[in-house]
Structures are given as C-alpha cells and as structure tokens.
T-cell receptor
Framework: ETGVTQTPRHLVMGMTNKKSLKCEQHLGHNAMYWYKQSAKKPLELMFVYSLEERVENNSVPSRFSPECPNSSHLFLHLHTLQPEDSALYLC???????????????FGPGTRLTVL | DQQVKQNSPSLSVQEGRISILNCDYTNSMFDYFLWYKKYPAEGPTFLISISSIKDKNEDGRFTVFLNKSAKHLSLHIVPSQPGDSAVYFCAAKDSGAGSYQLTFGKGTKLSVIP
C-alpha cells in the first residue's frame, strides 16, 4: 500500500460513454499527477496539479478532463474516447512540486481502461 | 524520440546471482535518476535514486551506478531473490527550477528463477 488509491481498477467503456476515474491520496501531499501507460510505451505524464491548481497539461486531448477539488482527490473525466486511449492510467502524488529538488512520487495501482 | 531507454525488455537471473539492469539517456540536462519497481496489478514503487554529483548509491542489496560521460546508469541487485521478480523502470529528471517532470523508460521485466 502506497497511500494512493484509485477506483475503479478496471473500466470498459464505449466511445460514446462518459466516465470518471478517481484518485485519492492519504499522505498529506500537495502535488498530484495523472500518467498514461500504453502497451510497450513508457509512462507518459498527462497532468500535474499543485495545491489544487493545474500546472501542467502535456498536450492531452480535450476528451480527457482533469479535476482536483482538493489536495487529496484527483479525478480524470473521460468522454468520447477512442480505442487507442485504452491504457493503464496511473495516479501519483508527491509532497511538493518544488522543481528544485527531487520529490519522490507515490503511485496508485492504476485503472486499466478499455475503450470499445 | 525516447530520452530514456531501457533496451532489454526482459532479463532472467538465477536466485542468488547478480541482476544488472541497464538504462541509457540522451538528455544531458538530466541530473537526477530514479529506479521504480512494479509488481503486476500494483503501481510503481520507488526503489533507489542517484544524483549526478555521485557515481554510486547503495541501499542494501540494491546499488545504482551512474556514468555521466556515457549517459548510462545501471541497477545492481545482489543477491537476487524470487521476490525481486518485477518490472523495473528507470526515470530521469532535470531538477532545474520549474522542472518536475519524470521521464520514464519502457521498463525491464526481471525474472529471478528459484
């Protein structure tokens, strides 16, 4: 247990569906991240939040919409996805986002998403 | 273009022997490197890190070596244990101000054979 939980663990959705992924961290961290891991590709950073403010959007299509209502929760809202969006979506958190040092990131177990 | 490369997708090692996982990078701005370990159905967990001011960092059975001139780092596990069987990700960071992004390799799947 890393202190970062994600629900659901598995999700199958059609291209016209709307769904949301949830992440919760119990570590008192101030920064949260969404990553995508496609088959045979490295983890790709999607979004970064620091103190509930989005600080990074790595050219992610608008069909992915993040939300960070407080420092413990992070959502990824999904709509009109494509089959190529099928991947493992990982949430992570770190104490801060100083950029000047190294902040170890703690990962959740991920949501395995399949888009039909 | 991949900035962090783990060229061996898999590695098999006998229990008790040394496991050596390799990682190469191309971005000379990277100055901090981390190794993460991932079991199936779990997220990656931090294992060990090294700053570019060092060339070696050791933590128990795990040692990371950094060769800056070759832009190469390696993770040594000795002795290897069956519980070490997992996917190992190398990650790199440019720790300059405002730069917090970790760049990951594709991972190497280690199998330790009892």
């Amino acid at each position: 247990e890393t202190g970062v939980t994600q629900t659901p663990r598995h999700l199958v959705m059609g291209m016209t569906n709307k769904k949301s992924l949830k992440c919760e961290q119990h570590l008192g961290h101030n920064a949260m991240y969404w990553y995508k891991q496609s088959a045979k590709k490295p983890l790709e950073l999607m979004f970064v939040y620091s103190l509930e403010e989005r600080v990074e959007n790595n050219s992610v299509p608008s069909r992915f919409s993040p939300e960070c209502p407080n420092s413990s929760h992070l959502f990824l809202h999904l709509h009109t996805l494509q089959p190529e969006d099928s991947a493992l979506y990982l949430c992570a958190s770190s104490q801060d986002l100083s950029g000047l040092g190294i902040e170890e990131q703690f990962f959740g177990p991920g949501t395995r998403l399949t888009v039909l | 273009d991949q900035q962090v490369k783990q060229n061996s997708p898999s590695l098999s090692v006998q229990e008790g022997r040394i496991s050596i996982l390799n990682c190469d990078y191309t971005n000379s701005m990277f100055d901090y490197f981390l190794w993460y370990k991932k079991y199936p159905a779990e997220g990656p967990t931090f294992l060990i890190s090294i700053s570019s001011i060092k060339d070696k960092n050791e933590d128990g059975r795990f040692t990371v070596f950094l060769n800056k001139s070759a832009k190469h780092l390696s993770l040594h596990i000795v002795p290897s244990q069956p519980g070490d069987s997992a996917v190992y990700f190398c990650a790199a960071k440019d720790s300059g101000a405002g730069s917090y992004q970790l760049t990951f390799g594709k991972g190497t799947k280690l199998s330790v054979i009892p």
